[in-house]
C-alpha cells in the first residue's frame, strides 16, 4: 500500500499550531503579555509543547521511515489531539488523542524493531512507551508530576537516534550501550513517579534520573561525531554546534537533579528549560535541514542565516537561566528573565520563518541528499 506522503505537510500544521500555542501559553504563564493570553491554554503549555509539538514531529518521521501507510495514524492522531487541545473548550479529548497517537507511535516502533532488531529503535519504543504513560495520566494529575516520563520520552528518543544516524563512527555495540544508559534514565523516571508520596525514596530516584541523564549525555559527547565536525564548515558545523550546545543544556539539567534531587522552584525551572529548549529545541534545529526534506520532499538547502535562531536561543535562555540564579540567591533583576523568555520564543519564530523562506526559494523537485548532508547518515 502506497504511504500518504502528500499528507505530510497537512500532518505538521497541527504540529506546528501546538508549537506556537505552547509558545504563547508560555508567555502567559510568565505573566508576559502575550498574543492570545488565555488561561486555559496556559494550563496546557507543556502537553502542548511536548506531546502535541514533538510528538507530532517525532512520530512523523518514524512514520516516514516505516513507509506503511497504516503507520501515519500515528502523528495523524498526535496533531489531532494537538489540535483538539488548543480549540476545544475541555483537555480530555486532546489527551485521549495524544494517547492514542503515542500507542500507535509505540507499534510503529514494534514494525520497525522487527525489520532488523535494532537495539536503538528499541530504545526509542521505550521512550514512547514512557510518553503514552504521561499522556495517560495527565488525564488525572498536573503535568509536573508526569515531568520525568515526559523527560524520558525525549532525552531517548534523540540519544537513540543520534546513535542510529552516526553508528559508523561510534565504537562497537554502541547501541547496547545507549541501551543500558537509557535503561537507568526510563527505570529512573519511572520511580519517580511510582514514588511521589514517599519524600525520602522520591529523592533518591530523582537523584538516579539525573545520574542517568548526566552519565548518558557523557558518553555521546565523547562519542558523537559532532566533535570532530565542529571544525568543518556550513550544515555540517551548524548540526555540530546545535548537538554540542545540547548536550550542554541536559548535562546541566542532569547534574541539577543529581545534586539537588527532586526541582523545585527556579530549579524547576532550569531544568524543564534547559531539557525540552536547551537540548530538544537545539537538537531540531540541527537536523531540520536534513529530516524536513526527508520527510517532506522538499529542499531546505542550509543557509548561514539559520546561525541567528541558533545563538539568539542559546543567549536568551543563558540569560533566562541566569536571571533565575541571581533571584535564587536573593538578588533582585532587572526584568531579565522576561526579556529572556521573549527571546526564546523570538528565536524558535525566526527559525521557523527562515526555513520557509529557504524551503519556498529551493528549487522545488524529487529529493535527492545533497553531498554536504552525509553527515546525517555519518
Do not use: K
Amino acid at each position: 500500500m502506497p504511504t500518504p506522503r502528500p499528507l505530510a505537510p497537512l500532518l505538521l500544521l497541527p504540529g506546528g499550531l501546538a508549537l506556537l500555542t505552547g509558545m504563547d501559553a508560555g508567555l502567559t504563564l510568565a505573566g508576559v503579555p502575550a498574543p492570545v493570553g488565555s488561561a486555559r491554554l496556559a494550563e496546557l503549555h507543556g502537553p502542548l509543547m511536548v506531546l502535541g509539538f514533538l510528538g507530532t514531529v517525532i512520530a512523523l518521521e518514524r512514520a516516514t521511515a516505516l513507509r506503511a501507510a497504516w503507520g501515519f495514524l500515528a502523528p495523524g492522531l498526535c496533531a489531532a489531539g494537538a489540535l483538539a487541545l488548543v480549540v476545544l473548550p475541555a483537555p480530555l479529548a486532546g489527551r485521549l488523542l495524544l494517547a492514542q497517537g503515542l500507542l500507535t507511535l509505540a507499534l510503529v516502533y514494534a514494525a520497525l524493531w522487527r525489520r532488523n532488531r535494532d537495539v536503538t529503535i528499541a530504545v526509542e519504543g521505550l521512550g514512547a512507551v514512557l510518553a503514552l504513560a504521561a499522556a495517560l495520566l495527565l488525564t488525572r494529575v498536573e503535568v509536573a508530576a508526569v515531568l520525568p516520563l515526559l523527560v524520558g520520552f525525549v532525552v531517548l528518543t534523540i540519544a537513540a537516534e543520534r546513535v542510529e544516524l552516526a553508528r559508523l563512527a561510534m565504537p562497537s555495540g554502541a547501541g547496547d550501550r545507549v541501551a543500558v544508559l537509557a535503561g537507568v534514565v526510563a527505570l529512573a523516571a519511572a520511580t519517580v513517579v511510582a514514588v511521589a508520596g514517599s519524600p525520602v525514596v522520591g529523592s533518591i530516584a530523582w537523584r538516579a534520573l539525573g545520574l542517568g541523564l548526566l552519565l548518558l549525555t557523557l558518553w555521546l559527547v565523547r562519542h558523537d561525531v559532532a566533535r570532530r565536525m565542529i571544525n568543518a564548515t556550513g550544515l555540517p558545523r551548524f548540526a555540530a554546534t546545535a548537538l554540542l550546545a545540547g548536550y550542554v543544556w541536559l548535562a546541566l539539567a542532569g547534574l541539577l537533579l543529581l545534586l539537588l534531587g527532586r526541582p523545585g522552584g527556579q530549579v524547576y525551572d532550569v531544568v524543564v528549560h534547559a531539557t525540552f529548549l536547551g537540548f530538544a529545541m537545539s537538537m531540531i534545529l540541527a537536523h531540520a535541514p536534513v529530516i524536513l526534506p526527508a520527510v517532506l520532499r522538499v529542499r531546505l538547502p542550509y543557509h548561514r542565516a539559520m546561525w541567528v535562531p541558533l545563538i539568539l536561543l542559546h543567549l536568551t535562555l543563558a540569560g533566562r537561566v541566569l536571571s533565575l540564579a541571581l533571584v535564587g540567591i536573593g538578588l533582585r533583576t532587572l526584568p531579565v528573565w522576561q526579556l529572556a523568555l521573549l527571546g526564546n520564543v523570538a528565536a524558535l519564530i525566526l527559525f521557523l520563518l527562515i526555513s520557509v523562506v529557504i524551503g519556498t526559494r529551493a528549487t522545488r523537485a524529487v529529493y535527492r541528499p545533497a553531498p554536504h548532508e552525509a553527515m546525517h547518515h555519518a
